[in-house]
């Protein structure tokens, strides 16, 4: 019997608590064992914070585009949610499984990027994804739940198979991976998601299975999610195209030491018809004040510099310089931070949130068994539930 299976309320004296069972339940009076059973769970409910989940891919260093979509957020959200962080390494070997040494040494340098940018594991739950099975267990029941033609319509997936050229021959893996994404939030329980705008399909994606699970299997297990936006919503690559990303080859890296930040930043894309510095500039699909937009701490400076450069007369250099500086202000200490960090003992870090992950992930998957009526051996304790 769980507490939602109850109507539970404040009687509104103080040190009193009403429980009473719903209408279905109203015949049977509990047993005072179960009463504080359903006491403990209805604290759990009143007393906690909202939960947050997000992960990454450790299929190498993070960069500009992650740090505006999510991890500021993140940072943020740590004081205020209950926050899981996980590093995805078994959806990073859907692409690399061939090549499993890059995704392990990535893990390192995912966490490297977290810590440097003040996320913090006495604050959030950092998990290694592979290390909570119960997570595949889920992924194998909500996989009914979802079409084919349904994973291949995924914009994001779309997307992702335009760039791959797999042809005909699409790893099944890879195509279940916003199923597998969707155990990943709904195993914790979590309805924020901070993500990039790229992922919004993949929310919609977990929100239809989880609506279709809770209807078919009669239950309210499992939470719907909502999509948590970072102030800029997407980055464009330094080369103009539509987004930063590691394997374009066209983003700006967290660890990135000064030289190559100025290069990469004078060589921005910006407006090609732009040739002298009288000419009028174009700032649409100009990265520099998209970078701008995204770094610069005074909006109202940059739209007096944006008026400048559309009349002519401010030059490319300019702005550039000013973008240089900016960045350089801003990775500094991050890199700094990140440098200093023990290589040696960093996966000790997330020894205890991978533990923690792994008893909160198994809770929700004997709910879910018992939702689907699978929950055969209860009586002798065999799922070892920590609640
Ligand atoms: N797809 C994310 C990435 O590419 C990683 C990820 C896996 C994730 N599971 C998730 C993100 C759940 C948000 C929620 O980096």
Known sequence: MYVTDCLCGGTGRRGRLKICCSQERAGSIPARGTIR???????????SKTIALTG???TGKLHLGHFVGSLKTRVDLQHTHDQYIMIADTQALTDYFENPQLVVDNIVEVLSDYLAVGIDPELSTIFIQSQ???LCELTMYYMNLVTV???????TVKAELAQKDFGKSIPAGFLCYPVSQTSDITAFKAEVVPVGEDQLPMIEQANEIVRRFNRIYNTQCLKEITAHLGETKRLAGIDGK???????????????????????????????DHLKVSDPGKIEGNVVFQYLDA???????????????????LGDTVIKSL????????????RE?????????????????????KSVAEKTLYEVKSSIGIDFFEKCNFYQRNH
Not at 37 to 47: K, N, T
Not at 260 to 269: G, N, P, S, T
Not at 296 to 313: F, M
Request: hydrophobic letters at 40%; one cysteine or more.
């Open 149 to 155: 033609a349904r994973l291949e319509r995924n914009p």
């Open 323 to 334: 973008l240089n500086d900016v960045l350089q202000h801003l990775l500094q200490p991050i």
């Open 242 to 272: 539509a987004k930063a990303s590691k394997s374009l080859n066209n983003a700006i890296f967290l660890c990135d030491s000064p030289e190559i930040i100025k290069e990469k930043v004078f060589a921005m894309f910006t407006d090609p």
């Open 132 to 134: 909570v099975p119960a």
């Open 337 to 357: 931070k990140r440098a200093e960090l023990k290589r040696e003992n960093l996966l000790d870090l997330c020894f205890d949130g991978t533990k923690k992950a």
């Open 37 to 47: 059973i359903l006491l403990d769970q209805y604290l759990e409910v009143v007393l």
């Open 295 to 313: 770094f610069y701490p005074d909006a109202k400076e940059i739209s007096a510099l944006k008026t400048q450069y559309q009349k002519g007369g």
């Open 56 to 58: 990454d891919r450790p």
